[in-house]
């Protein structure tokens, strides 16, 4: 059981360019979510899904795209990155099945650099 | 604006001491607490939390305790031990929507 795994580990870009962070998770969780942590800010809510097929928008969504085809896939795509999308990205999943949706289990982070 | 605050951003504990992280909500819609404890270079880890219907909530060696007419939740870890040296999140829900809104975090250090 990997529970979430995400990839790359680090990541440099230029200005302009386009990715996407890929987020897996093995347990079945139903519900899967984005985050992005800057110093002295905590973790920020990017985007979220509740089911395949389902996305909806968090606190700071501008500038990322997600997608979730499969329960156990969600991707992060950021279309054209900006200095201000550094920072280090987190996947997370949960299920109100073996807990509830707020008891999320986290990937180990993405480090994205955009210069 | 920040509608959950960690004033502190670092606490230093002797081992076998009591270490006290503390944390403030505005929004009284907020009705599910939890906190999160990050190790460097990895992602958090859910450690314990306390429903708005709750005061305490006990697991071990860690309690929450939640004050909602002053919007404070604190998070007690006794005994402290050095591996307890982590950053610590607090986090709240409005229902279980799992959209949490986080703190900024507390550096907690046990020292030996």
């Known amino acids: 059981n990997a529970g979430v795994t995400q990839t790359p580990k680090f990541q440099v870009l230029k200005t302009g360019q386009s990715m996407t962070l890929q987020c897996a998770q093995d347990m079945n969780h139903e519900y899967m979510s984005w985050y992005r942590q800057d110093p002295g800010m905590g973790l920020r809510l990017i985007h979220y899904?509740?089911?395949?097929?389902?996305?909806d928008q968090g606190e700071v969504p501008n500038g990322y795209n997600v997608s979730r085809s499969t329960t156990e896939d969600f991707p992060l795509r950021l279309l054209s990155a900006a200095p201000s999308q550094t920072s280090v990205y987190f996947c997370?999943?949960?299920?109100?099945?073996?807990?509830?949706?707020?008891?999320?289990?986290f990937g180990p982070g993405t480090r994205l650099t955009v210069l | 604006d920040q509608q959950v605050k960690q004033n502190s951003p670092s606490l230093s504990v002797q081992e076998g001491r009591i270490s006290i992280l503390n944390c403030d909500y505005t929004?009284?819609?907020?009705?599910?607490f939890l906190w999160y404890k990050k190790y460097p270079a990895e992602g958090p880890t859910f450690l314990i939390s306390?429903?708005?219907?709750?005061d305490k909530n006990e697991d071990g060696r860690f309690t929450v305790f939640l004050n909602k007419s002053a919007k404070h939740l604190s998070l007690h870890i006794v005994p402290s031990q050095p591996g307890d040296s982590a950053v610590y999140f607090c986090?709240?829900?409005?229902?279980?929507?799992?959209?949490?809104?986080f703190g900024q975090g507390t550096t907690l250090q046990v020292k030996p």
């Open positions: 306390i429903s708005s219907i709750k």
């Open positions: 997370a999943s949960s299920s109100r099945t073996s807990g509830n949706y707020n008891e999320q289990f």
């Open positions: 929004n009284s819609m907020f009705d599910y």
């Open positions: 986090a709240a829900s409005d229902d279980n929507t799992g959209k949490l809104i």
């Open positions: 899904s509740v089911g395949a097929g389902i996305t």
